[in-house]
């Protein structure tokens, strides 16, 4: 039942991560491993890394299997009791007054919808986790930001997203500066990033034979006897 699910939360947090994203970054899913407390693997990231303190981050998790159980009950016991009784009541009100017929069908509709709601719930899932926004961090590295929160005592890679195109440029420093931070903190070795060319640095190919367009780079044009 969904009362019985009130505050509560799982033993252990699954996280949802694609396996691309767990592949990429298979070494760093749990990382300051010696850390007793939140503080001590916060204090990694604030000395050594350029990271992010963000608040009210939301990350996706599994559901555990009880979780599953108490929305899988809920939604038969609404199936086989109350959208039932709402139908008889519905085609009752029908007989008698035809004007609570749309408030009728409104009542059996809505029950259908949190049945289907419920159901497909439990066929995703997976639902939301906020994350601490104290011991929450996120860093750029290897073209995403990711997400590093103290969940379960241990400090995990909760939420991976790629860096938008039009904010690489300005985060290029960033990811290299964190890139040879897994290396000198943890010993993780990631592929380097390629420094963003800028429009000075861009080659100029608007001339179609040389710098003068007729084929002699000193501007003269060529004298013929």
């Not at 509560?8 to 949802?16: A, L, S, T």
């Not at 000395?47 to 939604?75: M, S, V």
């Not at 800028?198 to 190919?205: L, M, Y």
């Not at 710098?211 to 004298?223: F, H, Q, R, S, T």
Request: glycine share 4%; with cysteine.
């Amino acid at each position: 039942m969904l009362a019985h699910l009130l505050n509560y939360r799982p033993e252990n947090i699954d996280f949802v991560l694609t396996e691309a994203q767990r592949e990429m970054f298979k070494d760093v899913l749990e990382i300051c491993k010696g850390a007793k407390t939140s503080k001590e693997a916060i204090k990694v990231f604030e000395e050594k890394f350029n990271c992010l303190f963000p608040e009210g981050e939301i990350a996706t998790r599994l559901y555990d299997a009880h979780e599953i159980q108490e929305i899988r009950e809920e939604y038969c016991l609404k199936q086989e009791n109350e959208a039932p009784e709402r139908k008889k009541y519905l085609e009752e009100t029908l007989e008698r007054i035809k004007a609570m017929k749309k408030a009728a069908e409104e009542a059996y509709n809505s029950i259908l919808l949190e049945i289907s709601d419920l159901a497909a719930r439990v066929k995703k899932g997976t639902t939301d986790f906020a994350l601490p926004p104290t011991e929450t961090v996120r860093i750029a590295l290897n073209g995403h930001f990711c997400f590093f929160a103290w969940v379960d005592g241990k400090m995990q890679l909760c939420k991976v997203t790629p860096i938008p195109d039009w904010d690489k440029n300005s985060l290029w420093s960033q990811e290299d500066w964190n890139r040879k931070a897994m290396m000198d903190v943890f010993g993780i070795d990631f592929p380097e990033v390629k420094k963003p060319v800028t429009a000075e640095e861009a080659p100029d190919d608007d001339l179609p034979f040389g710098e003068d367009g007729d084929g002699d780079p000193d501007g003269e044009p060529d004298n013929e006897e």
